[in-house]
């Protein structure tokens, strides 16, 4: 499965992306996970199964949602606690989660 990940300018959520790899390599998921800028998302979603959005981004969820539904990729913002805990096996699940429907 291919996760994206959008914060302000990419770089913030990198821990929590090697986190995330961490938790996929651990769980025996051949995932592709990366991070780009906001003003990389409108190109990179284009590649992903689903967005996963930085909390510090929440207020433009509907307009990246809009992009999401025309390609078929779910969006969904970062909890807080889970993005600021760096909690890679957490948001991994939660994209596998938004990918299935739950």
Do not use: F
Request: glycine share 12%; net charge neutral; with cysteine.
């Amino acid at each position: 499965m291919k996760i994206l990940l959008a914060c302000c300018s990419g770089m913030s959520t990198s821990l929590l992306v090697n986190k995330m790899k961490e938790a996929a390599k651990a769980q025996g998921l051949d995932d592709e996970i990366w991070a780009v800028g906001q003003g990389e998302v409108d190109n990179a979603i284009k590649d992903a199964d689903v967005l996963l959005i930085g909390p510090q981004m929440r207020m433009l969820k509907k307009k990246m949602t809009a992009k999401g539904d025309e390609l078929g990729v779910p969006v969904e913002v970062i909890p807080p606690v889970m993005y600021g805990r760096v909690d890679g096996a957490g948001v991994l699940k939660m994209g596998h989660d938004l990918k299935a429907g739950k």
